[in-house]
Each structure stands twice: as C-alpha cells, then as structure tokens.
C-alpha cells in the first residue's frame, strides 16, 4: 500500500513539475529590447456602415508579412497607417485603429495583429448646383455624388449640365461615371467607367465613353508595379443637322513602377518616385478620320517624384507636399516630341484651433518642342484656373508660376449642419508666351479676394466654396471697376487646392 501510494505521489509530482515546464515555456517573458523585430501577421476590421474590409485595404496600402526590425519603427508605422485612417474623408472622426503583440520564442520576435474600428460617414448627396464663373459663364446643374460608392471608398458620379457661354452660346450635357475594386485573395484590380455627352445648340455634338482596369502588384511592402489599361470611343457630330464628323476609339496602356525610397521621416513624412511609360492609339471607324489635331498615336515617357503629406485637423490642413514631375512625350500628327516640367509645393500651418495659413507654389514649362507640323502645339488654359481673381482667357500659356496665399477663420458654426470657414487670399501670377516679348502688363497678374467656404458637418465628404476675386492691374490700368468684368466670381463643390 505505502508502495502504491508513494509511486501516486512521485507520478503526480512529475506531473506538477512539467506543468509547471510547459507553462513557462509558453509565458516565458519578452525581452525588453526595443530591437526585437515585430511581424506584422494579419488585419481585423471592426466596421459599422457599408465599407468593405477589401476596400480599406487597397485604400490605406495594407500588406502582409511586414517585419519591422524594432519596435520604434512599428510604432511610426501605427502612428502613420492611424493618421491616413483619419485623412479618409468617408470615415468619421471616431474611427481608430489599435493592436496587440504575441512573442514567439521559437521564431524570437512579436507577432503583430492590427485592429481598424472604422464608421462610415454620410456619403450621398444629390443637389441643384448654380455655378458662375466669368472665365466661363453659368452653369445650371444637377449633381449627384456618392464618395464611398457601394462601400468601395471610391467616387460615383453623375452631372446634367445647361451651359450658358460668355458669348451666349448655350450646351446641355450630362456626364456620369464610378469606379469599383474587383478583390481576387490580396490582389485588386479597380475598374472605372465614365460617360460624357454635350451638344452645343446648332454646333456640335460630342459623346465620348471609356472603361478603364487599374491593377497593382505588390513587390514588396516598399515597391508597387502598377498597370493601366483604357479602352475610349468618341463620336463628334457638327452643324446644325448634326453630320458625322468622327468616329474612333483609343486604346492606352500604361506600366508604371512606385517606390518608396525614405519614409517615417519627420516633418515630410515620406519620398516616393514614380516612372511610367504609356501609349494612346486612336484609329478610326469605318470611313471617318480622326478630329485635327488628334494623334494616331502618342508615346510618353515621364517620371515624378513626391515629397510629404498633407493632413486633416478638424478642417483644417497641416503639413508640407512637394511634387516635381517630367514627362517627355512624342506626337504622331505633330511628328515632334514635347518636354515639360510641372512642379507643385503646398504648405498648411495651423497656429490656432480657429485659424489656417496656407501657401501653393506651382510652376509649370511646356514650350520645350520640336515639330515638324506646321501646327504649333496647343496653348495651355489648365494653368489659368489656379489663378483665382483672373479670366482664364486671360492667362493661356504654356509656361506659368503660380503662387496662391490664403489665411482662413473658422467663423461660426450650425449643429449638426455645417462649419463655416473664411478665407481672406492673394493670388499673383507670371508667365511667358512662345514667340512673343515679355509684358509687365499682361504676363504678370496680381488678384487678390475672399472666399467663404462651408463644412458639411453631417458628412464630412461635402465641402461648398464661393470665393470672389478682382484683378487688380487691370483695374489700375482702366482706372474703373466692374463688379463682374474686373474679377472672377467662382462657385464649387470643392476646396481651390
């Protein structure tokens, strides 16, 4: 009996001490170096409203597998990915994200799980939309507007436009479009359609529709190849009996590769660089041609590199950008090549809780070409609707410096409805004319004007601007002013930059 009872004992000891073993192999602590490698493992997402998990993924660029060679580097990781979930404008403010770590003794290191606690915000508003701009004339509208189409975190878009010209020339239109990730496993590939059509009374009438796939491979947690293709058909109808012009489709494929050559870097975030390479054919159906001007194909090479972020505070923005881009293109019609430079700077401070000081500095040279056309490359108007206060055709060229400076008031706000902000800016401009002298008069340009600007506070998607500028040389040169003729009076459903 004591033999038996003895022999229990020692078998229940034994039992004790490799319980004992096998739980502190299992809770065996975690070294406290901070150069211990954390694996990042997996994502779970907590979501109330309709965002899809894949959607958040292929916005915010969550990858798997990341190992991050100390917890320092983790933590500016969270501290990024958690500051680009609040830049979501489809997302409310009370959205977060968290995490938790398990040490792995036998791989030693922690292995990693992110948690997104994510609420969707508003994002469907249809509205009749009155815009006036007198670089442009009216414009009567209906607009509707979906930022988080189908949970995708992707915009859909539809306008029906009455169009009233500064030389009363009248157009309807309409045109639609949106775009949605198709999710195979970790991979995503976004497809976009878009529709337009405007007929210009007794003129024109033009109807052009595109599909487009974008998809992006990843190479590892810093370099993305990106591929784009888009397949367009384009009909434009002339005159008053509205006769067959042209009728042709264009095909454009495009590769592109993305790196991130420095990131967690304090003030300026990150340095990404991007070279691309693409090329448009456009050929015609049955016995039409392609419209003047309109190559039969286009080859570009280009590349850009992109300095910072910009980040939201209450609406307010904070934080410095820099983008200096350089594509080299070759014009079939033109049997030329045009080089060009475009770059931006933009910059938001935001000193107090109430008041945001902002800068843009853009520059942009497209008078580098050879051609042996006899057509000179079109004149550029896009530069011109950065210049608040200026007629856009006023200002066309192809080569422009830009500098718009804002100082901005949140002024008062209304419950659950919208915060109000204004916007006191000066706005100057130069630029220079192929095969034409520099003017002081007319290639520099000084506006200055307000604007008024209003949050909707039950979605933070909808932001309304009315701003009102005045040329001011132009009003010194005519020694009078007209409320309508010596501005421009701009009315939109965005921020200016």
């Known amino acids: ?126 509205l009749p939309y009155v815009k006036y701009n007198s670089s442009e004339g009216l414009v009567l509208s209906l607009r509707g507007r979906d930022y988080n189409f189908l949970g995708t975190l992707e915009r859909a878009y539809i306008d029906i436009n009455y169009t009233l010209d500064n030389d009363t020339s009248q157009s309807f239109g309409t045109n639609l479009g949106f775009s949605y990730p198709l999710s195979f496993g970790n991979h995503t590939i976004v497809g976009a359609i878009s529709e337009g059509l405007t007929y210009t009374y007794l003129e024109k009438f033009t109807n052009r529709t595109a599909l487009a796939f974008n998809y992006a491979y990843s190479l590892n947690p810093k370099n993305d190849l990106l591929l784009t293709i888009e397949q367009a058909h384009t009909t434009i109808l002339q005159g008053a009996q509205l006769e067959l012009d042209s009728n042709y489709f264009s095909t454009k494929l495009e590769t592109a590769y993305q790196t991130i050559l420095a990131d967690f870097i304090p003030v300026i975030n990150s340095i990404r660089y991007k070279p691309r390479a693409n090329v448009t054919f ?58 060009s430079f475009v770059f931006q700077n933009r910059g938001f401070l935001t000193p107090t809780t109430f008041m945001g000081l902002s800068y843009r500095l853009y520059a942009q ?9 006899t057509d000179p490359f079109p004149t550029s108007t896009s530069a011109a609707e950065k210049l608040r206060g200026i007629r856009n055709d006023e200002f066309d060229s192809n080569n422009v410096a830009i500098l718009n400076t804002d100082i901005g008031f949140r002024l008062f706000s209304i419950p659950r409805f919208a915060e109000f902000h204004g916007t006191i800016f000066y706005d100057v401009g130069l630029r220079t004319v192929h095969a034409e002298t520099f003017s002081l008069s007319k290639d520099i340009k000084h506006a200055v004007g307000i604007e008024g600007i209003a949050f909707a506070l039950f979605s933070r998607n909808f932001v309304v601007r009315l701003s009102y500028g005045i040329d001011i040389l132009k009003i010194l040169d005519e020694n009078t002013f007209n409320i309508l003729g010596s501005g421009e009076i701009d009315f939109g459903l965005n921020l200016h930059y």
């Open 1 to 126: 009996m004591r033999f038996i009872l003895g022999t229990c004992f020692v078998i229940f000891l034994s039992l004790v001490c490799n319980t004992v073993h096998i739980v502190a192999q299992e809770q065996s602590p975690a070294p406290s170096n901070e150069e211990v490698p954390y694996k990042l493992i997996r994502y779970e997402y907590i979501i109330n409203g309709t965002i899809l998990e894949a959607a958040l993924r292929y916005t915010l660029e969550l990858k798997d597998d990341i190992v991050f060679e100390s917890r320092a580097t983790f933590i500016e990781f969270i501290t990024q990915k958690r500051i680009e979930l609040t830049n979501l404008r489809q997302v409310e403010n009370t959205s977060s994200l968290s995490y938790d770590s398990v040490w792995n003794e036998k791989e030693r290191h922690f292995e990693v799980t992110i948690y997104f606690f994510v609420e969707s915000a508003f994002s469907i508003i249809a």
């Open 282 to 339: 456009s050929y015609p159906i049955t016995n039409t041609y392609l419209p003047d001007k309109v190559s039969s194909y286009v080859v570009t090479l280009s590349h850009i590199l992109t300095v910072g972020r910009i980040d939201w505070y209450n609406n307010f923005r904070q934080g410095i950008e820099f983008s200096l881009e350089n594509p080299y293109a070759y014009y079939q019609y033109y049997e030329g090549w045009k080089l």
């Open 365 to 373: 040279i497209e008078d580098l070409y050879y051609s042996k056309n």
